[in-house]
T-cell receptor, first 114, second 114 residues
Framework: DTAVSQTPKYLVTQMGNDKSIKCEQN?????MYWYKQDSKKFLKIMFS???????INETVPNRFSPKSPDKAHLNLHINSLELGDSAVYFC?????????????FGSGTQLSVL | AQSVTQLGSHVSVSEGALVLLRCNYS??????LFWYVQYPNQGLQLLLK??????LVKGINGFEAEFKKSETSFHLTKPSAHMSDAAEYFC????????????FGSGTRLLVRP
């Protein structure tokens, strides 16, 4: 019944590895997002997809590659992980990309790079 | 471009006391403003939003916020704090432009003393 679900909840890995985080929403929304929350709780948008098309791509290293196989899924693949990638990554969705729309967040994936 | 400043990374109140969390925004276009709450190990949940209708906005759990254009503020208040209100609170802004981005403040942790 979870509206926005992301897996895994915790991810511990070594520097240089490649890892993926998966996100699924069952709300029928057209738009999905990835946000990064750093150790100081600062939350910043990384990517947004609307109906499988990329509409927001912030200044994020090329090592981060989002993939949206359908509008209910938005996965995040990270290559060559670095210490600075350690953070909590939140997936979110909204009915449309309109700027006044409410975002529904997943519970986060805590990524620790050792 | 939009930005948000939240004054005070931590606010501590006694149970039953007034809660006041401060948020000032900067926006070159009429803003949409939001308050989100994050409980430990959870994603963010929308408390309330301002989208150019009434300037006093009521949200869930007894919270409300007032949009003051002259002060570029959108402070969050609650008349009487409960222990269950202890959480991290984020103010966010977006604009009626084409960026579709929600810009978050750095968050304020609310501590409620018994």
């Amino acid at each position: 019944d979870t509206a926005v679900s992301q897996t895994p909840k915790y991810l511990v890995t070594q520097m240089g590895n490649d890892k993926s985080i998966k996100c699924e929403q069952n709300l029928g929304h057209d738009t999905m997002y990835w946000y990064k929350q750093d150790s100081k709780k600062f939350l910043k948008i990384m990517f947004s997809y609307n109906n499988k098309e990329l509409i927001i791509n912030e200044t994020v290293p090329n090592r981060f590659s989002p993939k949206s196989p359908d509008k209910a899924h938005l996965n995040l693949h990270i290559n060559s992980l670095e210490l600075g990638d350690s953070a909590v990554y939140f997936c979110a969705s909204s009915p449309t990309p309109a700027t006044n729309e409410k975002l529904f967040f997943g519970s986060g994936t805590q990524l620790s790079v050792l | 471009a939009q930005s948000v400043t939240q004054l005070g990374s931590h606010v501590s109140v006694s149970e039953g006391a007034l809660v006041l969390l401060r948020c000032n925004y900067s926006s070159s276009v009429p803003p949409y403003l939001f308050w989100y709450v994050q409980y430990p190990n959870q994603g963010l949940q929308l408390l309330l939003k301002y989208t150019s209708a009434a300037t006093l906005v009521k949200g869930i759990n007894g919270f409300e916020a007032e949009f003051k254009k002259s002060e570029t503020s959108f402070h969050l208040t609650k008349p009487s704090a409960h222990m269950s209100d202890a959480a991290e609170y984020f103010c966010a802004v977006s604009g009626a432009d084409s960026s579709y981005k929600l810009i978050f403040g750095s968050g304020t942790r609310l501590l409620v003393r018994p």
